[in-house]
C-alpha cells in the first residue's frame, strides 16, 4: 500500500482544528501525487466523518485512551502504520507529536522532520520547511525512509471545507500491555485558560515584565484587548512575575502565535520571545527604549511610556468600534 | 544513583547566525558554542539528584560544535566524567543516529536516570531522548517541569500545553526538561580547575559497536535561508496622543488589520 496516514486527534469524541488541517494539508499533496489519503483516530469518535475531508480510510484502534499514555499511544500508532503501510505519516506538532511521534519513528527506523510550517511535492516525495534555531532560520527536511513522518506547527495550514463523501472505517484492536502500566497518572491539573484562544487568534496583545504588577496587566493589556476583540498574552517574564498564567505565555517555551495583529507592549524583544511571535503579519511594539530589540521587527513602533500610551490606544479603539 | 545527562554543544541563543555556502547548514566560524539553557537545567537536575543520593553524574555528547569544551563546561558544573562520542561519521547523521549514538554509550554505563533537555537549540527537534527512552527500551517523560525520586520510583510533572500531569514510574527512565526545572549553579573557579583534571573518554563508533552505515540519516536538512524578510518598519512621531491616533489610522488604512 501507500499514500498519506494522517493521525486524526480528537477530545471525547470531537475532533480537533489540528485533525481537519492535517487532513486538509494531506488532500491537497495526495492530489499531486495520484494517491489517497487515510486517517487513523485513536479510540472512540465519529470516523465516517472524516471521508467529508478526504479520508478514504480511516484506521480506528480500539483501546481505552481517556488517559494519555505514551507506550500504549506508540504501539497504537504503530499498528496503525502497519495496517496503512503509508508513504507519508503527518502528526500535529503538539505535545503527541514531540512526545510520542520521535518513539515511534525510532520503532520503524525512519526518519521524522519536526514542527514544518510548510510541506510541498518535490520528485514524487514529500519535503517539509520549518524554523529552527528559534526561527532565525528556515531549512528544508526530507526523508529517505517510508514512512516519511512529519510532524506540523499547529495552525499553519487553513481549515479544509467538508466534502461530500464517507470513508470506510477499518478496526483495529490493540491487544492490552502491561508494560503500557510502567509510568501511571497521580495527579492532572487541567489549565483555566482556554489556549485556542490565543494560538487561534486573529490579533493579540501581548505585554512584558515593563506591566510590573497582576494589576498592571489587568487594567492595562486586558482591556486594550478587549477594545480590539483580541486575546491578551505575555512574556516569559511576565508570567514568571506572576501578571499573568503560564498558559498566556508566548515563546519557543510557551505558545508559537499567528495574527493578524500583534501588539508587544513592554516587551523587549528577546529571541525566545520572538521565537512565538515572529510570523505575526503585523506587529507593534510600544517600548520606551527606542533601542529595544523588539523594534527591529515592529511594523510601527511607538517610542513610549506604555501606561501613558495604551489607554490613549484603547480610546481610539474604543471610539473606532462606535463609529462602526 | 547513577544518573545520565546529554549535552549537545549548540550556539549562543544570541548568536547571529549566517547560511554556509551550499545552505546545507551553519557557517560555524565565530560562534560561540554554549550548554543550551535547557540541558543547563537538566544538568542541574542530574548534579543534584547524586549529591544528595549518592552515586555518579555522568555527560554525554556526541561530537557538534565545540563538545569538548562544552562537556569540561558540565564537568565544572558538578558532572563526574563525560563521555564523547567522537567520530567523523556522526557529522551528517539525523537524531535517530545521535540516539544509537547515546543509547550505545549509555547502555555500557548502566544507568538509572537519564536527562536530556526538551529540544536542542539548534535544530529544536524534540526527538532524541524518546529515541534513546525506545532503543533503551525504557519509559520517557517528555517537557518535564519537575522532577523528584521517592524510593525507587520517579515522580515527574509534565507540562502537556493545557494541562500538567504528575506521573509516577519504576527507575529506569529517560526525561526532558523544561529550563525551568532548575537554576544552574553558578560555576566557581576551583571547580573549574578540577574539571580538567576529571575524566573525559572519548569513544569512535566502533567502540560502541555501531558503524557508519547503522547511523545513515534518513533525515536530511538543505536549503537552509533566512525567513523572509519584513518589510522595513517605522517609528511613529508625535506626543502619546498623537501616535496613538497615527497608528489606529496605519491599522485600518495602510495595514488594514482593523
Ligand atoms: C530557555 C529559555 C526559554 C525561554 N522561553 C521564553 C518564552 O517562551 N517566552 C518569552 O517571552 N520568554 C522566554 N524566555 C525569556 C526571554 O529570554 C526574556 O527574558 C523575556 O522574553 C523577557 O521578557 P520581557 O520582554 O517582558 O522583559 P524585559 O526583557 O525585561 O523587557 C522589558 C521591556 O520593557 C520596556 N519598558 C519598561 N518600562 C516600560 C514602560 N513604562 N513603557 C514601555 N516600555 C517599558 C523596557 O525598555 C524593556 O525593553 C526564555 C528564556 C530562556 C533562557
Ligand atoms: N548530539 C547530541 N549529544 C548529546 N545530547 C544530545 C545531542 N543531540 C540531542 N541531544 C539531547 O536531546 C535533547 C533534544 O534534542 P533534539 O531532539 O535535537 O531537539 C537535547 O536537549 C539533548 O539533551
Redesign the interface.
Known sequence: MSGILVLAEHEGGKFRKGAYELLGKAKELAATLGTSVSAVVLGDAPCTELGAFGAAKVYQVEADFSQYNTLQIVRALHAAVQAADPDVLLISGNYIGKDAAPRLVARLGTGQGSDCTELRVEGGAVVGRRPMYAGKLLADVKISKRPAVFTLRPNSFPQPTPAAGGAEVVKIALAADASDGRVTLVERITSQVKTANLTEAERIVAGGRALKSLEGFDTVIRPLAASIGAAAGATRAASDAGYTSHDEQIGQTGKIVNPQLYIAAGISGAIQHLAGMRTSKVIVAINKDPDAPIFEFATYGIVGDLFEVCPLLQKEFEALAKAG | MKVGVCIKST?D??TR?K?AAGATG?ETAGIKWVISDYEKGALEVGVSLKEKLGGECVLYSVGSGDTEKNLRDGLALGGDRAVMVDDAATKGT???GI?KALAAAIKLDGLDIVLCG?QA???????????V???LGW?????VGAFAIDGTDF?ASRN???????????LP?VVTT???IATPRYVKLPEIMKAKSKKLEKKNLAALGLSAEAIA???????????PS??A????AGD??A???E??R???EE?K??
Not at chain 2, 502537556?160 to 519504576?170: H, L, Q, Y
Not at chain 2, 518598519?233 to 511613529?236: A, E, F, N, T
Open positions: 550556539p541563543a544570541d547566525l547560511v551553519i539525523d537524531a535517530l540516539a526538551r537549540t539548534d535544530d529544536e527537534n524534540s526527538q532524541v531522548p524518546a529515541m527512552a525506545e532503543l519509559p520517557h517523560i517528555s517537557f515522580v502537556m500545553g493545557g494541562a500538567t500531569e504528575k506521573v509516577r514510574g519504576a527512565v523544561e529550563d525551568t540519516p534518513a533525515a536530511t536538512f538543505s536549503a537552509y535561508s533566512p525567513p519584513r518589510p518598519g517605522r517609528k511613529l502619546a496622543a501616535q496613538a491616533k497608528l489606529v496605519l491599522l485600518r495595514a488589520v482593523i
